[in-house]
């Protein structure tokens, strides 16, 4: 009965979600195709037509893939749940591994294969198809694949052991198994922040320290003046995979380092980079990055809160298309964290415009820190050029945006930066 009414409710929430990223997916198309037309007044200066017609294009071509990815996950999540996919693979893995915890991590291991599979084309057009087609691509294929190993490996040795140690908390921790759970994935966590940049990050790419003295000292001079201490700035080798171009802020206490990409260095002038530089700056010192890890805790200790009733109740397998039954002897551990990491998503996406509002907010605080400690008009140049280099549209549906992006329109954060300027 339960189980019935929790299948209806996944069912609901999944059709929903589809209507939901399907309408806003057609009326960003509309907007960004009806201003396509005409550079926006505000940015008719500097940016040409042709650049913003690229731009309305790629953001045209990018929905669109995305609305084709979101329709095969939902085919595929509704494949692994109420169509039994999960359950057949768990009794063919159960037939070759013979159980116990074997079995457990060889479930979650072959669902990250399968799932990798199933994503390989997608990642490949995207890279090859759509990147190529609009000029970002600069990835080779040997390139794109070795990455794809290396990650691979990468995820089975930080994986494995991670899950080794949450299933033995499961099995024999108690009742309580999810708040220690909570703990050693809080650690886990904070321990990535230090290894990514440090050990990870650079087996992708490889991190020079800023050689450029004149800008160096500019940059010095900044971290000087708003009291910031750092281990290192960076430029990283991004051109090797896109033209796309970004900066960084990575680690913390005494491991945090600032990232330039190669891309970026080589467009912006050294005042621009100095302003971009502050905004980042601005989020360090305005307690951005704590208080973002602050709510990731906060939010995955309710969500594991969840699990650890949700794994003891037969409607939260059964309405999913799994009998818990059907394997007797065996845990379920493996399966309820696979039941919980796929219907999660379905039920928290219509709750994601709040983590939007909360990012936005910090980005108008770091572009204002920006102003008071550099020219806001450097900053503002560097915003239209990063706009036009990597296709960013200038004329985003605003509901589409409201609801998905993690920045302000373009418009909106310079309008805030300019008043900025004439106060
Ligand atoms: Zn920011």
Redo the contacts with the bound molecule.
């Keep these: 009965m339960y189980s019935l009414a929790f299948s209806i409710l996944f069912v609901s929430f999944i059709i929903l979600t589809l209507i939901v990223r399907f309408w806003l997916a057609s009326r960003h198309i509309r907007h960004v195709l009806t201003h396509r037309g005409a550079v926006p007044a505000e940015f008719a200066e500097k940016i040409p037509l042709a650049a913003h017609q690229k731009a309305a294009d790629y953001t045209v071509a990018r929905t669109k893939f995305g609305l084709l990815a979101l329709l095969i996950n939902t085919l595929v999540l509704v494949g692994f749940t109420l169509l039994g996919g999960l359950q057949w693979l768990s009794v063919e893995i159960f037939k070759l591994t013979g159980g116990g915890m074997g079995y457990q991590l060889a479930l979650l291991a072959a669902f990250a294969v399968i799932s990798g599979v199933i994503d390989l084309p997608f990642d490949y057009y995207k890279q090859f198809g759509l990147e190529q087609r609009f000029g970002f691509n600069k990835m080779t294929r040997g390139l794109f694949f070795a990455d794809m190993v290396k990650g691979a490996l990468l995820g089975a040795a930080i994986g494995l052991p991670l899950m080794w140690v949450m299933l033995t908390l499961m099995d024999k921790s108690g009742g309580l198994w999810w708040f220690y759970a909570w703990l050693v994935w809080s650690g886990f966590q904070l321990l990535m922040m230090v290894l990514f940049p440090t050990v990870i990050a650079p087996m992708f790419n490889k991190f020079t320290p800023l050689e450029d003295q004149s800008l160096k000292s500019r940059i010095e001079g900044l971290m000087k003046r708003v009291g910031f201490a750092s281990k290192g700035l960076f430029v990283m080798d991004g051109s090797k995979r896109s033209a796309h171009g970004n900066a960084y802020f990575s680690g913390f206490g005494a491991n945090k380092r600032i990232v330039f990409f190669d891309t970026l260095l080589s467009r912006l002038q050294p005042q621009e980079i100095e302003a971009v530089l502050a905004?980042?700056l601005g989020?360090f010192k305005l307690k951005h990055i704590i208080k973002r890890i602050v709510m990731m805790f906060a939010i995955s200790l309710g969500f594991l809160a969840l699990l650890g009733y949700l794994k003891n109740q037969v409607w939260f397998y059964t309405g999913l298309g799994v009998d818990p039954l059907l394997l007797p002897g065996q845990s379920n551990d493996a399966m309820v964290l696979l039941l919980f990491m796929l219907a999660l998503p379905v039920f928290t996406f219509l709750f994601s415009p709040l983590t939007s509002i909360g990012s936005r907010k910090?980005?108008f605080e770091?572009d204002a820190f920006a102003a008071r400690h550099t020219d806001s008009r450097d900053l503002v140049s560097a915003l239209v050029k990063m706009y036009e280099d990597n296709a960013s549209t200038l004329t985003p549906d605003p509901l589409h945006s409201a609801f998905y992006d993690s920045?302000p329109p373009a418009s909106v954060r310079i309008r805030h930066l300019n008043a900025a300027a004439a106060a």
């Design positions: 905004h980042e989020h910090h980005e770091a920045h």
